[in-house]
Nanobody, 113 residues
Framework: QVQLVESGGGLVQAGASLRLSCAAS?????WAWYRQAPGKQRDLVAA???????NYADSVKGRFTISRDNAKNTVYLQMNSLRPEDTAVYYC??????????WGKGTLVTVSS
């Protein structure tokens, strides 16, 4: 019912910045970004609640910022000072107004040394 489309991934050098976007086709209550490196589990990177509260993984605090544009039904992840260990597929996750969680297909972020 709800479809999520991520964009903004790519190949960058260490220290560079990227901005990921995720647009939803339906009404969204809360948003999150997860990432998964090959052979690793999918971990929460950042989340933003319906009230605008945010939380971040310790590994990205001070470097990443999650934000949303409710009018555009879009969430963003601004990633600064990227490190090779940030390399992963980044997944957008959204909870609809009906309480159902949806996942995007992912966008690959590769950070070279």
């Amino acid at each position: 019912q709800v479809q999520l489309v991520e964009s903004g991934g790519g190949l960058v050098q260490a220290g560079a910045s990227l901005r990921l976007s995720c647009a939803a086709s339906g009404s969204i209550f809360s948003w999150a970004w997860y990432r998964q490196a090959p052979g690793k589990q999918r971990d929460l990177v950042a989340a933003i609640t319906s009230g605008g509260r945010t939380n971040y993984a310790d590994s990205v605090k001070g470097r990443f910022t999650i934000s949303r544009d409710n009018a555009k039904n879009t969430v963003y992840l601004q990633m600064n000072s990227l490190r090779p260990e940030d390399t992963a597929v980044y997944y957008c996750a959204a909870t609809s107004s009906r309480g159902i969680m949806y996942w995007g297909k992912g966008t690959l972020v590769t950070v070279s040394s």
